[in-house]
């Protein structure tokens, strides 16, 4: 036996090896992210919890922040890269009809019988789960289904209202699938990233206040501007400009 043929054959029983996976009903992959900006989910949770003005410098308060900041950047980052890089429509594409007596769970009853209309419709929706939906995207239900539960407990044990930021962070991310990532889907995307993130980290250790939603609101609208400079160099520091004298009219 040569030893590309051993070499192989130890790559098959040790996956591993070569490709280590993270867990054993769903395998989760960890990676470095190359975001198009150096401001980001992370750095607008850490402003959050400082407007909140309750941060102190003690086990327990950097911990919360520790835990808001993998909510805000990791979790709702999954969360909406399995939305945005997901091509919905594929199993739609995929997908042909073609109604037999075989998909019935009923084999007997008569073609044109209620029942038999029950059973194809029931049968077919299986059949199209098995043979395209989830060879097409389930790999990116399985992320949402994980990376949303995980986000909505670890938002519940930071507090009732991050629990609630959180799920409208959830709901930006298909809204912004739907309207493009280059286009107005940005909008939803700061939003996301630094608008509810902001929201998070302060809530994580105070009440919320107009005052830092404003302020979230407003470096969410310059988070806009700097996304929108790679297509247009004069809106996007026109949109820029704009957050920040509205950042400097709620200051003074």
């Not at 280590?20 to 607008?44: D, F, Q, S, V, Y």
Request: hydrophobic fraction near 55%.
């Amino acid at each position: 036996m040569s030893k590309d043929t051993t070499h192989d054959k130890l790559a098959f029983v040790e996956p591993s090896i070569t490709q280590p996976a993270l867990g054993r009903r769903i395998a989760l992959e960890l990676r470095p992210a190359r975001p198009a900006t150096w401001l980001g989910p992370a750095w607008a949770t850490l402003c959050g919890v400082v407007a909140s003005g309750a941060f102190v410098f003690s086990g327990q308060d950097v911990l919360r922040l520790l835990v808001a900041i993998l909510l805000t950047d990791p979790l709702l980052g999954a969360w909406r890269a399995a939305w945005v890089n997901t091509d919905w429509r594929a199993p739609v594409r995929a997908w042909r009809p073609t109604p037999t007596r075989s998909w019935m769970l009923l084999p007997y009853a008569r073609m044109d019988s209620p029942a038999a209309r029950v059973s194809q419709w029931i049968s077919s929706r299986g059949k199209f789960w098995r043979s395209a939906l989830w060879p097409e995207v389930g790999q990116s239900i399985s992320a949402l289904v994980v990376s949303g539960f995980i986000a909505l407990t670890v938002a519940l044990v930071l507090s009732p209202t991050a629990f609630t930021i959180t799920l409208v962070a959830l709901a930006l991310a298909p809204i912004e699938a739907e309207l493009g990532t280059r286009t107005f889907g940005q909008i939803p995307r700061a939003l996301a990233e630094i608008g509810a993130a902001w929201m998070i980290g302060h809530s994580a250790l105070a009440r919320p206040t107009w005052q830092s939603f404003a302020l979230a609101l407003f470096f969410a609208l310059g988070y806009r501007g700097v996304m929108a400079l790679a297509s247009s160099r004069d809106l996007g520091f026109a949109i820029a400009n704009l957050s920040q004298v509205l950042v400097g009219g709620v200051l003074l």
